[in-house]
């Protein structure tokens, strides 16, 4: 135990990091906006089985959760530039993000969705609810309540996942901590500040959502 | 690891007092390998494309072209010595083979052991692009997207000369850094010649040409300290085939590439 830390390149380096903290920040931010907007999208079409999106939908879970996020990730930046499509790496990370999120999210809703009493919609009908009415209070806010704790550990799941982005060169977290230590060899001082950055990360997300949870969609409808 | 590491230093003292002896016993080299009428060359054999086996289980590449055309102007026959870079400096310095021809570049510790010749062979870490893009000094990088493995000395050196306006994409390794610049992600990359030229035989999606030379360590001939004799006949060899294109030629077939005019 003769090792001796040395953290004197961070302030050297604190923009870079702070750089990296709100790449990573950004990518989880907008990819777990727009990921569970898809998913609430193919919960709704799977559920009801609407033509021909619920079809579509199996097709694209089934491809996104059955093949690793860095393949996705480089099948987007490395291999859609030969149709035409060329995304800088920014794009192709939010956009692996987004369809990755999407598919584990449309999942974890529609499980909410089947979780909801045939009763429960049967006895809003009775009722008068508008239909639109019924599908908002009566299905789509309590089955949201219900999986939020899920959704919200996926959504930071995908937050560490996104490290794997540093690959196709993007600027986040990662990224600066592998650049750190490509400069200063300090591997264990780099990467434990890391750790505890993504850490930090973690909860602040995971408080953040239980927060969002609490009070903008268990909040009563105003009579 | 500390015992075998021990058995290094300890065969190295060993050939360089071996080698003492060995130079004081021929004193010239070059009068043996005429009375012998045979060249003894030390190559590489696990470094593409400067040495490798080929598919008949010789040697083949760069460097056992040139060490024939060395035979070949001597007037001598060949002999090919395996080496490796650890032990090729032991192998010379023992006499054992009168000439490295191992990619071999320069530095102050080899040069306290062995002698070298002229320069033969390319070696540098530089800029590479279509062959196009009019690109000439690290100014002329500005606005431009250049890609380049983390880490590498390539990176580290473009860090300092490139101007901020260019961009330097980062990648984990030599594969992404490539793919990256032949999926056009990249409009340029940092990498070094022999990386390039193995990139241009195996792909014909984006050419690689060099722009400018980032660092520079091309390849020398070692030849025993003090055999100048067969130092003087050895340039003259080089000199020869750089003018009448010979080296050129062979620069072309491995490394895809013409001779730097510089070199």
Partial sequence: MAYHF???????????????????????????????????????SRTWNVRPFAGLYRCYVELFRNTPFLVQLFLIFFGLPS????????QAAILAMVLNLGAYSTEIIRAGLQAIPKGLIEASESLAFTRWQTFFYVMLRPALLKVWPA???????????????????AEELTFVANFIQSRNFRAFETYFLTTAIYFALAVIIRQALAAIGRYAIARRPQA | MKVSHMFHSLALV????????ASVAQADVLANITKANTIKIAVPQDFPPFGSVGADMKPTGYDIDVANLIAKELGTKVELVPVTSANRIPFLTTGKVDLVISSMGKNPDREKVI??????APFFNGVFGPADVKISKPEELAGKTIGVTRGSIEDLELSKIAPSSATIKRFEDNNGTITAYLSGQTQLI???????????????????????LVKNSPCFVGLAKGETALQTKVNDIIQKAKKSGALNEI??????ASLPTDL
């Fill in chain 2, 14 to 21: 060993g050939a360089l007092a071996l080698g003492s002896f």
């Fill in chain 2, 251 to 256: 620069s072309k077939r491995w490394l895809h």
């Fill in chain 2, 190 to 212: 940092a990498t070094g010649n022999v990386v390039a030229a193995a990139v241009n035989e195996r792909t014909k999606l984006r050419s690689l040409s060099v722009k400018f």
């Fill in chain 1, 6 to 44: 040395d953290f004197n390149f961070v302030p050297d380096y604190a923009g870079m990091l702070a750089h990296g903290i709100g790449y990573t920040l950004g990518l989880t931010l907008l990819g777990g906006t727009l990921g569970t907007l898809i998913g609430i999208g193919g919960a709704i």
């Fill in chain 2, 115 to 120: 002698d070298f010749s002229a320069a033969y």
């Fill in chain 1, 151 to 169: 959704l919200s550990s996926q959504i930071v799941i995908t937050m560490l996942g996104s490290s794997v982005c540093s690959q196709i060169s």
């Fill in chain 1, 83 to 90: 149709l035409g499509i060329k995304l800088t790496e920014w």
